[in-house]
C-alpha cells in the first residue's frame, strides 16, 4: 500500500516536470520546422552578388560564390557538428560573457533547442527538395507559378510527405533530448525524478520517468501516423 502511495505521488511530481518538457518540446518543433523549410529554401536561392564578373578561375570562382549558401552551411556545419549540451551550456553562459547579452534559464534551453534543430531541417528538407524530379520545377515555371507559389503549393507539400518519417524521428530525439534541461535546474521531467530519488533514495522515480518518457514517445509515433495517413494521397 505504501509503495502504490508512493509510485502515485511520484508519477505525480513528475507530471508537473512534464508540463516543461512539454512545453519545450512543442515550441521547438512548431519553431524549427518552419525555420527549417526556410533554410532549405534559401540554400537553393541563386543569390550571387559578383555573377556579373569574368575573367581567370579566381573571378570565376568569386561569380559562383553564393554568399547566403555559405552562411547556411557554416551554420548547418556548426550546429549538427558540436554537442548540443555544449550549445546549451554556451548560450546560457557564453553569450553573456561575450554579447553581454543574458537568458533566463528556460529561455537560453528554448533557442538552442530550436537554433540546434532548425539546422537538422534544414538538411532534411533540403534533402527533400533534391529528391523531387526538376521537370516539376520546370513546369511550374512553364506555368508561370511565382518562386512563393512553387514552393507553397508544389514543391513544400512534396517534400513535407517524402521527409515525414525523418521528422518523425526528431520529434522523437527531440522529446529525449529535453532531458539535457536537467543539467541546468531546469525542472522538467527528468529533474524531478533525479530530486525524487536523491530525497528518498528510491530509485522507481527513475523508472516511473522512463514509462512517462515511453508514453510521450508512443503518442508522438501515433501522431505522426495520423499525419502520414493524411498525405497518402501523394502515394
Not at 540546434?116 to 529528391?131: Q, T
Not at 503549393?153 to 522523437?172: D, G, M, R, S
Request: glycine share 4%; charged share 15%.
Amino acid at each position: 500500500m505504501f509503495l502504490n502511495t508512493y509510485i502515485v505521488d511520484v508519477l505525480l511530481n513528475i507530471l508537473k516536470g512534464a508540463k516543461i518538457t512539454l512545453l519545450v518540446f512543442g515550441l521547438t518543433l512548431l519553431s524549427s520546422i518552419p525555420l527549417g523549410m526556410l533554410g532549405s529554401i534559401l540554400k537553393r536561392v541563386n543569390f550571387r552578388p559578383f555573377k556579373a564578373l569574368k575573367g581567370n578561375k579566381f573571378f570565376k570562382f568569386i561569380s559562383n560564390f553564393n554568399p547566403l549558401r555559405f552562411i547556411l552551411d557554416i551554420y548547418t556545419w556548426v550546429i549538427r557538428g558540436t554537442p548540443l549540451l555544449l550549445q546549451l551550456f554556451f548560450v546560457l553562459y557564453g553569450i553573456p560573457i561575450i554579447f553581454k547579452i543574458s537568458f533566463d534559464r528556460f529561455s537560453a534551453a528554448l533557442i538552442t533547442f530550436i537554433i540546434n534543430y532548425s539546422a537538422y531541417f534544414i538538411e532534411i528538407f533540403r534533402g527533400g527538395m533534391d529528391s523531387i524530379s526538376k521537370g516539376q520545377f520546370e513546369a511550374c515555371k512553364v506555368l508561370s507559378f511565382t518562386r512563393s507559389q512553387m514552393y507553397l503549393y508544389v514543391i513544400l507539400p512534396q517534400t513535407f510527405k517524402k521527409t515525414l518519417p525523418t521528422i518523425a524521428n526528431e520529434a522523437i530525439n527531440l522529446i529525449k533530448d529535453t532531458a539535457l534541461m536537467a543539467s541546468i535546474a531546469i525542472a522538467d521531467l527528468l529533474m524531478i525524478a533525479k530530486e525524487e530519488v536523491n530525497h528518498s533514495f528510491r530509485f522507481e522515480a527513475y523508472f516511473v520517468a522512463a514509462i512517462v518518457y515511453l508514453f510521450l514517445t508512443y503518442f508522438i509515433v501515433f501522431v505522426f501516423k495520423k499525419i502520414e495517413k493524411k498525405y497518402n494521397f501523394y502515394n
